[in-house]
């Protein structure tokens, strides 16, 4: 089964300014995505994560490098149909309707009337939209517009769905809104390639991830082989106890109402400080392990990068 | 049917411009002002109204091309719509053929609502409907579609400001270029001449579409010019839409 997307040693330079000046913004880009998995491209700011997702939709011409999606060529309009797009802060025509804008688009898609009416009414359902379907866009909320951006990259069932910072600008409820869509469409067997600096949800939802730091991919795999299991520190939040008692146990972070959270890097002395709560009569609020994030991995990188 | 509805979805947004009400009521209100002027006037008074008239069609018709067409292509691409849309399984010709045919029939729609309003104020005055005003008015709309494609040629690589200047110079040349002829006829045959015909025969010729005089005074006009007339707007139309194509296909949209 050939990969849902294929990358091999990607370049790309924009010349930028009055006086043009060279910029190498992607240097060697190479990445394979799996059919049916959720793949998370994460990196800083201007990194280069927008300029690889407008190289395989055929936005701009990469200077070399090769790009295949499920075995064919980007530019071929058949990789083009299997694919559906949300580009970070979308812009869309604001002075349509929403069933107005996915009716334009899926005609693009040369579909018939009756599929068009069924599928813009099943995607309208499926982003919570239907209620707005006869607003115009320039009266749509950001989130509103995110997942207005969601429908249309849907509109052609795509098997591969590219997002392009999907959860940025967002609130919680939006964000998990949109997050519930992604492990639908995965669910629904399709492929997913998500950009994102948010890792808590990328942590959350991805199988897999490929780190970019100044247009290099600096580490890429799944989430088990790239983060550690190892326990970092242990976070315990008691009371009856005093501060200065655990002063060589750990670091005491805060004091609030009489309850100390302390931060244990040792595992012995966890136990010893479990020790010296019960003999003080004291209480254990709570007892967190922490093991290596995603969190700590990326700025790991981007500091190394 | 993809470059039907990149078209359609043009006309709707062109309709939407307000500046296209505003040169059309200019429009409507230059062939009102005709009438004043047949008033003033010794002599056929209908000719000036078909004049006035006629000149105001090619006017406002060229300022609505240029000042619509060249923001077509910029606006897509300064808005970042232009992201989602090439993201679709569409070849880049079928986006800008979309768009040209799309501000045709708009420029279409438009000319059809003044040259009512025209032929309906010639009917006022001789009670009849002089259909042979349609001929100027078809060789104006073959203008139209010349000038929508160089519109939509600078508005590929450049600021709408900028392109509204561009075209508007051709047109000026075009409506001018003309006297090149004259010169060529006066000077003598060497590198002077040779290089005056090239410039003629590159740049636009656009009283190719100017049949106004003979078909308001009624002169003979020989079938083969209007078809090298039509000819020419055709095949220079393509011209251009080619040139912007070969642009447009190789544009990083950063």
Not at chain 2, 102 to 119: K, Q
Request: net charge positive; aromatic share 10%.
């Amino acid at each position: 089964m050939a990969a849902a997307l294929n990358i091999e040693d990607l370049h790309k330079t924009f010349s930028l300014g009055f006086i043009p000046k060279k910029k190498k913004i992607l240097k060697g880009i190479s990445l394979s995505v799996n059919q049916g998995e959720i793949f998370g491209y994460l990196g800083p700011n201007g990194s280069g994560k927008t300029t690889t997702i407008k190289c395989i939709l055929g936005l701009i011409f990469p200077d070399q490098g090769k790009i295949e999606l499920f075995g064919h060529p980007y530019l071929s309009l058949r990789a083009k149909a299997r694919t559906g797009f949300l580009p970070e802060n979308p812009y869309f025509y604001d002075h349509l309707t929403a069933s107005e804008f996915l009716d334009f688009y899926s005609q693009l898609f040369s579909m018939k009337k009756k599929e068009r009416e069924d599928k813009i009414k099943y995607l309208l359902h499926m982003v919570g939209l239907e209620q707005s379907s006869d607003l115009q866009l320039r009266k749509f909320s950001r989130g509103m517009l995110q997942r207005i951006g969601l429908a249309q990259a849907l509109l052609n069932d795509p098997s591969l769905v590219l997002l392009d910072e999907p959860l940025g600008g967002l609130d919680p409820l939006g964000r998990k809104e949109i997050r519930d869509v992604i492990v639908k469409l995965k669910e629904e067997g399709k492929t997913v390639f998500l950009s994102s600096h948010i890792l808590q949800d990328i942590e959350m939802i991805c199988d897999r991830v490929a780190i970019l730091v100044n247009g290099e991919i600096v580490n890429q795999g799944t989430l088990k082989d790239l983060i550690s299991e190892k326990i970092l520190f242990t976070e315990i939040e008691l009371s009856g106890v005093e501060e200065k008692e655990l002063k060589n146990l750990g670091e005491s972070l805060t004091e609030k109402a009489g309850r100390i959270l302390l931060r244990v890097f040792e595992e012995e002395n966890v136990e010893k400080v479990l020790e010296l709560v019960q003999s003080r009569k004291g209480k254990v609020h709570s007892l967190i392990p922490r093991t290596e994030t995603l969190e700590d991995l990326f700025v790991g990188m981007v500091k190394q990068g | 049917m993809k470059i039907k509805a990149i078209a359609l979805h043009t006309l709707k947004e062109a309709i939407r411009d307000r500046v296209l009400y505003l040169l059309l009521f200019f429009a409507v209100v230059s062939i009102g002002f005709s009438r004043l002027l047949a008033l003033l006037t010794l002599g056929d008074r209908v000719k000036i109204i078909k004049d006035v008239g006629l000149a105001s069609l090619s006017l406002f018709g060229a300022l609505m091309a240029i000042l619509i067409g060249t923001g077509l292509v910029y606006k897509e691409i300064d808005k970042k719509t232009i992201y989602t849309l090439l993201s679709k399984p569409i070849h880049r010709y079928q986006f800008l053929l979309g768009k040209f045919f799309g501000l045709a029939l708009t420029l279409f729609i438009m000319l059809f609502s003044m040259s009512i309003i025209f032929l309906a104020l010639i009917f006022l005055h001789t009670f009849t409907i002089e259909w042979k005003m349609l001929i100027a008015i078809f060789y104006i709309f073959l203008e139209l579609c010349l000038v929508t494609s160089v519109a939509l040629l600078f508005s590929c690589f450049s600021t709408p400001i900028l392109s509204s200047l561009f075209t508007l110079a051709f047109y000026i040349i075009g409506h001018t270029a003309w006297g090149l002829e004259t010169l060529i006829n006066k000077i003598q045959p060497g590198f002077g001449k040779t290089m005056a015909q090239a410039l003629y025969h590159f740049l636009p010729d656009l009283e190719n579409f100017n049949f106004k005089t003979e078909i308001v005074h009624n002169l003979p006009i020989p079938s083969s010019i209007f078809l090298y007339s039509t000819l020419y707007g055709i095949f220079y139309t393509l011209f251009v839409l080619t040139i912007a194509l070969l642009i447009f296909r190789k544009r990083d949209f950063i």
